[in-house]
């Protein structure tokens, strides 16, 4: 077999890898071998001089396409045009670290290049975490949530020491495949090095799982799944104080009346009304008419909410709109609510936007905005957001709530800004049936253990469709409802205090690796060639 299909294959087979890694039925672990077939190409790419460095970027793209394709395809269900973009730009993103870091290995040193692999990959998650037009969802360290035995050193770590470990496992095990391919036998330091490195993380997470025990009083939760189809009934079909209604008949049927919150889905109500004018509401009537039953429950539910503004405050999102005929203009607000008997009544507003769809894209061309966008089931001017994190309390029990709508589930340190304003639960709020029954809402169902573990908070989820669970502090889900199902859910939750180690710094081996990117950059295409360019001229003087 010729060199080049040997690449093709190596190809093909990185992408199955790195795609099983994300199978339900599969082991996340898979990840620490998925990257082996693409070191490969690498690899051998580097030693092959008549091969130009930007060889690799279309050698290693069918295994990016591959992973991404197979991974991500369920979102296809929303939108055939989203998932395509999605797709192409992660795989595009993915394989230009591949051709970059190659790049610096040929102009500097086989070492560089390596450290250059596993620095600009960090780089480019922390990017996506930040740049709205790339999605984090498949950042490498996700994948171990499935897993959240293995990962419970998250706590110090976030998802980015996960990625650290896949990808520095990743190049030991590769290593000591081509010392046995090519010498026959494994340096004794590499091999010992290699097997604490990889073997250490588990049987410490496993330690802490063990040994973990919850923290903190406990409070009496109640969760409504509805199971409204959001496609036919949700925001078409049935009227919202039909589906309010029906919720909290739900609710009522509860054997146990000595609940502290009740917890609806996100856009449990997605009837627009003024947060100025709650009080007089026909949706918050209804829910203080409900609570009238209750001595001390609160209920967060999700709602879509307005603020007006006049012109001249200097507003600048472009998710204002203008009151036609007047110099009022007000902005649209993905929202989550509480209510309490004869107490004011809260709201914060999801800041976390879903670009396209929940947020407009600034400087996007408009052959994007015209054509994608209104195809992923969006608006040209989106919902406002809000500067700060919010948390909500409990004025009976003194209990601090972080309301977490959706996607800002996927942000670790995001939802670090409610811990430091003192929560002690996370709460998520959902849809999740907009993917159907497909590996979409599974996923996204993962992301809730990972913050769980990080932040050491048990969390009860509320979701449209399901998934709607409770996860204890060490993110295993202790009870859950199934999908496509009508379902209440009861449970009791440990509240924590403790800040973990994660939550006072945040993503800073992101943050590291961002400095020695640009310190690699510098290096390579700087001061690497100014001093040739020295060396050049003193031998020609």
């Known amino acids: 077999m010729g060199n080049n299909s040997k690449l093709w294959l190596a190809s093909l087979a990185g992408g199955l890898l790195l795609s099983m890694a994300w199978w339900e039925k599969s082991s996340p672990l898979v990840m620490l071998i998925a990257f082996i077939p693409l070191l490969y190409i690498f690899d051998t790419l580097f030693h092959d001089n008549d091969q130009h460095h930007s060889t690799v970027f279309t050698r290693v793209l069918p295994a990016f396409l591959i992973f991404n394709l197979l991974t991500f395809f369920w979102l296809r269900k929303a939108s055939l045009a989203g998932s395509a973009v999605v797709i192409l730009e992660n795989s595009f993103l993915m394989s230009s670290i591949f051709w970059l870091a190659l790049l610096v290995r040929r102009r500097s040193n086989n070492f560089s290049g390596y450290v250059a692999l596993v620095s600009f990959w960090l780089a480019f998650e922390h990017l996506a975490l930040n740049v709205k037009i790339i999605s984090p969802w498949l950042n490498l360290g996700n994948t171990l949530g499935f897993q959240p035995a293995f990962i419970q050193w998250y706590e110090y770590t976030g998802i980015s020491g996960g990625t650290l470990w896949i990808l520095l496992s990743n190049i030991l095990l590769y290593k000591v495949i081509r010392y046995l391919r090519v010498k026959l036998k494994i340096p004794v330091i590499h091999f010992i090095f290699s097997t604490i490195f990889i073997t250490l993380p588990v049987l410490l997470s496993l330690y802490m799982y063990n040994s973990y025990s919850e923290k903190g009083d406990r409070s009496n939760i ?18 919202f104080s039909v589906q309010l209604n029906n919720m909290l008949k739900s ?19 997605d009837d627009p009304f003024y947060e100025s004018e709650a009080h007089s509401n026909r949706y918050v009537t209804i829910i203080d008419s409900f609570l009238l039953e209750y001595d001390s429950l609160n209920l967060l539910t ?3 909410t307005i603020r007006t503004f006049r012109s001249e405050s200097g507003f600048n999102k472009p998710s204002k709109r203008n009151i036609e005929g007047t110099n009022l203009y007000y902005e649209l607000f993905n929202s989550a609510m509480q209510v309490s008997r004869g107490q004011k009544t809260w709201f914060y507003h999801k800041s976390k936007l879903v670009p396209g769809i929940e947020e407009k894209i600034s400087g996007v061309p408009s052959f994007i905005s015209e054509k994608i966008i209104p195809d992923l089931g969006g ?29 800002e589930s996927v942000f670790g340190e995001y939802v670090t800004g409610y811990i430091k ?7 998520i709020i959902t849809n999740d049936g907009w993917w159907k029954n497909t590996a979409g809402y599974k996923q996204h169902l993962m992301f809730a253990s990972i913050r769980a573990i990080e932040t050491r908070r048990s969390i009860a989820r509320a979701a449209n469709t399901g998934i709607s669970c409770f996860i204890n502090q060490r993110g295993e889900i202790v009870s859950r409802s199934q999908w496509w199902s009508k379902e209440v859910l009861s449970g009791t939750l440990a509240r924590n205090q403790e800040i973990t180690f994660y939550v006072r710094f945040g993503d800073f081996i992101y943050k590291y690796a961002d400095i020695f990117s640009i310190f690699l950059l510098i290096l390579t295409f700087i001061a690497i060639p100014l001093r040739k360019l020295r060396v050049n001229r003193r031998f020609f003087i």
């Not at 608006?379 to 959706?406: D, K």
């Not at 304003?421 to 709460?427: M, N, P, Q, T």
Request: net charge negative.
């Open 302 to 304: 999700g709602i879509t």
């Open 379 to 407: 608006t040209m001017s989106g919902y406002g957001t809000q500067e700060n994190r919010e948390v909500f309390h409990h004025q009976q029990t003194g209990s601090v709530v972080a309301p977490v709508i959706c996607y």
């Open 222 to 239: 109640l969760v409504i799944q509805p199971n409204i189809d959001p496609y036919r009934d949700k925001f078409s079909g049935l009227p």
């Open 251 to 269: 609710a009522s049927e509860a054997d146990d009346k000595n609940y502290e919150w009740l917890l609806l889905p996100e856009t449990a109500v």
């Open 421 to 427: 304003k003192g929560a002690e639960l996370i709460f």
